[in-house]
């Protein structure tokens, strides 16, 4: 699987109110996408896509899985990383060679991430304004990959204020890095039908943290 020659030179730095959100469009080529919404529909057999409930006991409308010795789950409990899945016990698949790869090609840090959360948008699922703030070293980038459906994309300050849309596409690339790391940012909506990718339709993003120790 190759990841398009496109993703060496430097990322677009989006202007945003806030600096440091890279993006890549166009990152992954046809057959790279094909290749990896496969290997990770592969792997979610193993660990199934679930609707967790927010800390107020909703469920979020976005269906989860993880990749990774340590995956985000939200509960009663709140929110935290752990490393089984909560509805089947077993350990999360491990995070697909592809995707550690990326990685190593386009962020500037040191180690390797050791969760890959999976968002799973059907129709209708949307995902508020959220900051990523559970994982132990925030200086990390998280690093996000985009399958399917085209999203739009909302990202402003961490204290709020002016937000910017950004239209994520399938096989585009982005992450948070720097002062953006803690920058608010959601999915207001799901352009349904704009990609064929996925079997049953909607979308899929990969999103990779350091959540603990790294790999
Ligand atoms: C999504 N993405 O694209 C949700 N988080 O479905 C995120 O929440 C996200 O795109 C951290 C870094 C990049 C992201
Ligand atoms: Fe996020």
């Known amino acids: 699987m190759s990841v398009r020659s496109a993703i060496t030179p430097a990322p677009v730095e989006v202007a945003t109110a806030v600096e440091g959100f890279r993006l890549w469009p166009g990152a992954l080529d046809a057959a790279a ?36 010795p340590l995956g985000w789950v939200s509960d009663r409990a709140g929110y935290r990383y752990q490393a089984t899945h909560p509805e089947t016990g077993r350990p999360w698949p491990a ?8 990685w190593r090609r386009t962020v500037d840090w040191p180690g390797l991430p050791d969760a890959c959360l999976v968002n799973l948008y059907r129709e209708g699922a949307r995902m508020g304004l959220h900051q990523d703030r559970d994982e132990a070293d925030l200086g990390a980038p998280v690093l996000s990959v985009s399958l399917g459906d085209a999203a739009r994309f909302r990202i402003g300050p961490a204290e709020g204020g002016t937000t910017t849309t950004v239209r994520l596409d399938s096989g585009d690339v982005c992450a948070l890095t720097g002062p953006a790391r803690l920058a608010r940012h959601g999915i207001d909506r799901i352009l349904a039908g704009s990609s064929r990718l996925l079997p049953g339709g909607g979308r899929l993003n990969l999103t990779l943290r350091v959540a603990g120790r790294g790999l």
Request: glycine share 6%; hydrophobic share 45%; proline share 14%.
């Open 33 to 68: 996408q094909a290749a990896l919404a496969a290997t990770v529909f592969a792997r979610l057999r193993q660990a199934p896509p679930y609707r967790p409930l927010t800390p107020g006991g909703r469920p979020f409308s976005v269906e989860m899985s993880n990749f990774g």
């Open 95 to 102: 995070i697909p060679s592809f995707l550690l790869d990326l």
